[in-house]
């Protein structure tokens, strides 16, 4: 049996038995101890290549040269090779001792199993006890949920309910009270009417006869039945049906909120950097689209390739695609330029001309002014999800300032002071004012004379304000502002040259300082989440990648 597989004894040297051999013979695959390694290789019978014995086996025969042994590792062809191979095969090829070269390997794959039995198994086992919780915690989140959602719907039906019950108490309530009026009335024409038939009787009878002392006693009594009583008019209740339309979001904003955020993986806790990624916005595409010097304020999104931009400095329209080309450009009628600029739910561009005082719109080429306001100026104006129009209005004596919403261009709302009285807007001189509505339906305001941004509810109800984050290093400078379809809140800070990222409820959560930004001013954001910002005095527009 051979020794090396002996269940039966320990591995001894083939020469003098003594136990537990170092060296090995891969030539003649014989156990050797140190002492008889010089007696083994004074055998010239064969050729001897002696390894520590832990690395027995590697001298294999050469796939080329089966006569052959292979004792060196050649670099290039990444094989053991002979001898012959070395001179003819392989020449001038780098080589290593294979011996040296499975030690570098054993090495290697001594430390692949370390790593893979102390870090990464554990860590996958972590990570699946991780996910098994949470499916756990998922089923139980699911079912409490649904229970919590099923009775606010059995609450609300049961508030509908009640509404419904006081409507109908208010009809017979309306009812009895008209009804009373009606009776009173009717009693007091039928006395009359009464009265009208005898003394038209006694008028006949006088008439034929020919007393002159009852004829003489006669009274006419015209007068008094000329007094008519008061025609009643009663205003029938009616009831206007809300009309029932598909729009969840208005729903959603009686019922509640669901708060839904999509399986993201970011890493389980315990893990390494190298397993876990988190992207930073960068810029995709930087488009000079004007001359330096002139003030670029304000851009809006066409399609995800034509944007409009506002340009201050000749007041002037006009629409580029992403290579920098000209479009379309369009000259307001004032000349003095228009103020803040937006794309309607029609694809129109939309504008305002504070100097005129008027929002405007351009189906194609011909400017039509749809809302003249007087005593008002407009600047912000955007879009809404339904298609409204919100435009931020400031009065021709600065003192007020609000927010107006317009559908079908006549006003349907209007958004001026908080619930004790005061306004919800600064005033002045240099008042500047963007607007956006977020996918929540609520309209978010930057205020740049009250370095603030504030944000309303569909009801114009006050729900925050932002007045910057604490690291920039100067005073929070708002512009521009947007949403996008995770409905953050972005706002340009020209002076801090960056873009504060905001959640729905005001938290703070990023800030774009890393793309080179030099007073950013214009902001929009297309369906995908590509945000274009222009820059007040260079000239760019660039596109990010959020």
Same mark, same amino acid.
């Given at each position: 049996?051979?020794?090396?597989?002996?269940?039966?004894?320990?591995?001894?040297?083939?020469?003098?038995?003594?136990?537990?051999?170092?060296?090995?013979?891969?030539?003649?695959?014989?156990?050797?101890?140190?002492?008889?390694?010089?007696?083994?290789?004074?055998?010239?019978?064969?050729?001897?290549?002696?390894?520590?014995?832990?690395?027995?086996?590697?001298?294999?025969?050469?796939?080329?040269?089966?006569?052959?042994?292979?004792?060196?590792?050649?670099?290039?062809?990444?094989?053991?090779?002979?001898?012959?191979?070395?001179?003819?095969?392989?020449?001038?090829?780098?080589?290593?001792?294979?011996?040296?070269?499975?030690?570098?390997?054993?090495?290697?794959?001594?430390?692949?199993?370390?790593?893979?039995?102390?870090?990464?198994?554990?860590?996958?086992l972590k990570i699946a006890s991780i996910i098994h919780a949470q499916k756990a915690s998922l089923n139980k989140n699911s079912k409490e949920l649904t229970d919590t959602i099923e009775k606010h719907k059995a609450d609300i039906l049961m508030k509908i309910d009640h509404v419904i019950e006081e409507?109908?108490?208010?009809?017979?309530?309306?009812?009895?009270?008209?009804?009373?009026?009606?009776?009173?009335?009717?009693?007091?024409?039928?006395?009359?009417?009464?009265?009208?038939?005898?003394?038209?009787?006694?008028?006949?009878?006088?008439?034929?006869?020919?007393?002159?002392?009852?004829?003489?006693?006669?009274?006419?009594?015209?007068?008094?039945?000329?007094?008519?009583?008061?025609?009643?008019?009663?205003?029938?209740?009616?009831?206007?049906?809300?009309?029932?339309?598909?729009?969840?979001?208005?729903?959603?904003?009686?019922?509640?909120?669901?708060?839904?955020?999509?399986?993201?993986?970011?890493?389980?806790?315990?893990?390494?950097?190298?397993?876990?990624?988190?992207?930073?916005?960068?810029?995709?595409?930087?488009?000079?689209?004007?001359?330096?010097?002139?003030?670029?304020?304000?851009?809006?999104?066409?399609?995800?390739?034509?944007?409009?931009?506002?340009?201050?400095?000749?007041?002037?329209?006009?629409?580029?695609?992403?290579?920098?080309?000209?479009?379309?450009?369009?000259?307001?009628?004032?000349?003095?330029?228009?103020?803040?600029?937006?794309?309607?739910?029609?694809?129109?561009?939309?504008?305002?001309?504070?100097?005129?005082?008027?929002?405007?719109?351009?189906?194609?080429?011909?400017?039509?002014?749809?809302?003249?306001?007087?005593?008002?100026?407009?600047? +912000?104006?955007? *879009? #809404?999800?339904?298609?409204?129009?919100? =435009?931020? &209005? /400031?009065? @021709?004596?600065?003192?007020?300032?609000?927010?107006?919403?317009?559908?079908?261009?006549?006003?349907?709302?209007?958004?001026?002071?908080?619930?004790?009285?005061?306004?919800?807007?600064?005033?002045?001189?240099?008042?500047?004012?963007?607007?956006?509505?977020?996918?929540?339906?609520?309209?978010?305001?930057?205020?740049?004379?009250?370095?603030?941004?504030?944000?309303?509810?569909?009801?114009?109800?006050?729900?925050?304000?932002?007045? +910057?984050?604490? *690291? #920039?290093?100067?005073?929070?400078?708002? =512009?521009? &502002? /947007?949403? @996008?379809?995770q409905s953050r809140i972005l706002i340009a800070d020209s002076k801090n040259h960056c873009i504060h990222i905001l959640n729905k409820d005001g938290q703070f959560l990023s800030c774009i300082d890393n793309?080179?930004?030099?007073?950013?001013?214009?902001?929009?954001?297309?369906?995908?989440?590509?945000?274009?910002?222009?820059?007040?005095?260079?000239?760019?527009?660039?596109?990010?990648?959020?």
């Amino acid at each position: 049996m051979d020794p090396e597989y002996s269940l039966q004894d320990v591995v001894r040297c083939h020469l003098c038995e003594s136990p537990s051999p170092l060296l090995h013979c891969d030539i003649c695959n014989k156990p050797l101890c140190k002492e008889c390694e010089r007696k083994h290789l004074t055998d010239g019978s064969t050729e001897h290549r002696v390894v520590p014995f832990r690395l027995r086996r590697c001298i294999t025969k050469c796939q080329k040269h089966s006569s052959q042994m292979c004792d060196q590792y050649c670099k290039q062809c990444k094989i053991p090779v002979c001898a012959y191979c070395v001179e003819n095969t392989c020449r001038g090829h780098t080589f290593i001792d294979v011996v040296q070269k499975l030690e570098r390997q054993k090495n290697i794959l001594q430390k692949d199993l370390e790593e893979l039995e102390k870090k990464i198994h554990p860590r996958y086992l972590k990570i699946a006890s991780i996910i098994h919780a949470q499916k756990a915690s998922l089923n139980k989140n699911s079912k409490e949920l649904t229970d919590t959602i099923e009775k606010h719907k059995a609450d609300i039906l049961m508030k509908i309910d009640h509404v419904i019950e006081e409507f109908k108490s208010d009809i017979e309530n309306l009812n009895s009270q008209f009804l009373s009026v009606l009776n009173r009335h009717d009693d007091e024409i039928k006395h009359n009417l009464s009265e009208i038939t005898q003394y038209t009787e006694e008028l006949n009878y006088l008439l034929i006869s020919n007393d002159v002392s009852l004829a003489s006693a006669f009274r006419s009594r015209n007068a008094e039945f000329k007094r008519f009583p008061p025609a009643p008019t009663v205003v029938l209740p009616s009831f206007t049906p809300q009309n029932i339309i598909d729009k969840k979001q208005i729903y959603q904003q009686l019922i509640g909120s669901l708060s839904l955020t999509s399986s993201k993986t970011e890493g389980f806790p315990g893990a390494d950097p190298q397993f876990s990624t988190s992207e930073e916005p960068w810029i995709s595409t930087n488009i000079d689209i004007r001359p330096k010097n002139e003030e670029l304020c304000t851009v809006s999104c066409l399609t995800n390739e034509r944007l409009w931009t506002c340009n201050l400095t000749d007041r002037m329209i006009r629409l580029y695609n992403l290579q920098g080309n000209l479009v379309k450009e369009i000259e307001p009628k004032s000349g003095d330029g228009p103020w803040n600029i937006a794309v309607s739910k029609s694809g129109d561009l939309v504008f305002t001309d504070y100097t005129e005082g008027t929002v405007n719109i351009v189906p194609d080429t011909e400017t039509e002014t749809v809302i003249s306001l007087r005593g008002w100026r407009p600047h +912000g104006v955007c *879009t #809404t999800l339904f298609g409204d129009l919100l =435009v931020a &209005i /400031t009065s @021709d004596d600065n003192e007020h300032t609000k927010v107006v919403r317009y559908s079908n261009f006549t006003e349907k709302q209007s958004i001026q002071f908080d619930d004790k009285g005061d306004p919800l807007f600064s005033s002045g001189l240099y008042n500047i004012k963007f607007i956006s509505e977020n996918r929540n339906l609520d309209i978010c305001v930057s205020d740049n004379t009250a370095k603030s941004v504030l944000v309303v509810n569909l009801a114009g109800k006050l729900r925050f304000t932002y007045s +910057g984050y604490p *690291t #920039t290093k100067k005073s929070f400078s708002p =512009v521009d &502002i /947007t949403t @996008d379809n995770q409905s953050r809140i972005l706002i340009a800070d020209s002076k801090n040259h960056c873009i504060h990222i905001l959640n729905k409820d005001g938290q703070f959560l990023s800030c774009i300082d890393n793309c080179h930004l030099e007073y950013p001013c214009g902001l929009c954001v297309y369906t995908n989440d590509t945000l274009f910002v222009t820059e007040m005095y260079s000239g760019q527009l660039k596109k990010i990648k959020l």
